[in-house]
């Protein structure tokens, strides 16, 4: 998978962008956990074992002091074949991965008690404990609410397990605190093609706040609620319905703040929230999307809860204007810009510090990609990385028109500068022929002089040291 770039200003070159494309009909050779350089070029792929499967969330993050990947992997309801959840529910036997530097899998994070891990949120903290989101169904009359008598509701929780022991050390079940009837997705949309599940939370993001507090987006409610950790009690709630026997203070925006069907909120600072605004959309009674409430942007809020209010800091817009129906992400970087991938629309963009305005969409644009192929990705994400692969160098030699064309690539390796290529008679009589080529995207072609038997590459760093070295192999015609 390559990024199509439209836009780059950036001054700063540094880093990687992080992202899991997928796609209803896309092959399972394109959909994969991915890194890609900013030129646009792949850096890392790993493919789903699967044709239905999928990961999703894929980014840097630390354990036990030092830099990770993490992505979650499993089958989404949607994917060919599986429809008898809600749309984007985990269906069970889905998991966490942590890779470390080497791309290895040193931890395999599951969900417990009849849970499953669902795919939108995994938090590694600095307890040496990781959080994540999960789903289960629970059997309820729906009639009461629209829905079918033999209906379900599609029951989220937040699950925190020791990585040490994988014990369960918190647990919170959203059915125990918040009422069905504030949710904006009709339970009428809970139909025989999703087994009568109405997905009544669809939680999207869990985030840690300056006390220690989850700070919990449910979509559906198009609300976020900060929870107490010690406690499992709600401390506040921004935007969203309240019914009168909930009690906890609510944050009300002002009407520019308001958001619906949002993704990804984060703590900026104590009292500031970002987010994505979907501002669409619902599911009707026969399965279709709704109207779209507005356009999509990045929202970041002012939050004060001495007056329980909430005001506009910074938005960001696309160019020309975005509906996103689901996913979408907004992450802000140590310069103090935004990155934003827009869900299932296959755009990412950068924006300065500032953002933009809904009537000056292309002011402070930094950055711009797309994904192509029909793929997008729930999330993405721009970071540092360095990845040392653990398995060797790939080469593949070819003659034609009585020339030879050595290719080398080195799935995942970040230093690799250059290369370089020997060739000889045999596998164990090799000598150098080419002694540097400048590495060139994924993949570099090197057009050898004369002709041999076998061929190998070497990779090198930027100071010339040989830091990988490929199998010799068999020129091919």
């Not at 894929?58 to 949607?78: F, H, S």
């Not at 300056?210 to 506040?236: C, F, H, K």
């Not at 800091?313 to 160019?319: C, L």
């Not at 797309?370 to 160098?393: K, M």
Request: with cysteine; aromatic share 10%.
């Amino acid at each position: 998978m390559k990024l199509q770039v439209l836009t780059n200003t950036l001054t700063d070159t540094s880093g990687y962008l992080f992202t899991a494309p997928y796609g209803p009909s896309a092959p399972s050779s394109e959909v994969g956990a991915t890194i890609t350089a900013l030129d646009g070029t792949p850096v890392w792929f790993k493919p789903v074992p699967g044709s239905s499967m999928a990961n999703l969330g894929l980014r840097v993050q630390q354990y036990q002091g030092k830099p990770v990947l993490t992505t979650w992997q499993g089958t989404a309801a949607g994917s060919p074949g599986y429809q008898n959840l809600p749309m984007a529910a985990p269906e069970p036997g889905a998991c966490f991965y942590i890779y470390d530097q080497t791309y290895t899998v040193i931890k395999t994070v599951s969900a417990v008690d009849g849970w499953t891990a669902d795919l939108h949120e995994f938090v590694l903290t600095p307890q040496g404990t990781a959080l994540f989101l999960t789903f289960r169904t629970v059997a309820k009359d729906l009639t009461e609410f629209g829905g079918p008598k033999d209906g379900y509701v599609g029951d989220y929780g937040i699950q925190e397990i020791d990585l040490a022991t994988d014990e369960l050390v918190f647990s919170w079940d959203m059915l125990d605190h918040i009422s069905l009837k504030d949710s904006y997705e009709t339970a009428a949309s809970a139909n025989s093609t999703d087994g009568n599940v109405w997905d009544v939370y669809h939680p999207n993001s869990l985030d840690i706040g300056p006390n220690g507090e989850l700070l919990v987006s449910l979509r559906n409610m198009w609300a976020g609620y900060a929870v107490d950790r010690s406690t499992g009690d709600i401390q506040w709630q921004l935007n969203g319905q309240q019914q009168p026997d909930e009690t906890w203070p609510h944050i009300t925006p002002t009407t520019d703040a308001a958001f619906s069907w949002q993704h990804m909120l984060r703590f900026r600072g104590t009292n500031q929230i970002s987010l994505f605004d979907d501002a669409c959309c619902g599911t009707a009674a026969d399965g279709t999307d709704e109207a779209a409430q507005g356009q999509s942007r990045g929202l970041v809020l002012n939050l004060d809860l001495a007056t329980r209010t909430a005001s506009v800091a910074t938005t960001m817009y696309h160019d020309p204007s975005l509906s996103v129906s689901s996913q979408g992400s907004v992450e802000q970087l140590p310069s103090g810009d935004w990155f934003v991938g827009w869900g299932i629309q296959p755009s990412i963009s950068q924006f300065g510090a500032t953002g933009n305005t809904a009537s000056t969409p292309s002011s402070n644009l930094l950055y711009e990609a797309t994904i192509g192929g029909g793929l997008f990705s729930y999330r993405a994400f721009r970071d540092t990385w360095v990845g040392t692969p653990s398995a060797p160098p790939k080469t593949v030699a070819r003659t034609s028109d009585g020339k030879t064309t050595v290719y080398a690539s080195w799935n995942g390796s970040t230093q690799t500068a250059a290369w370089q290529v020997l060739a000889g008679s045999s596998a164990s009589d090799l000598t150098v022929v080419v002694p540097t080529t400048p590495r060139s995207g994924f993949e570099t072609s090197v057009t050898v002089p004369g002709s041999a038997q076998y061929y190998q590459v070497k990779a090198l760093d930027s100071t010339g040291t040989v830091i990988g070295t490929s199998a010799a192999v068999a020129v091919s015609s």
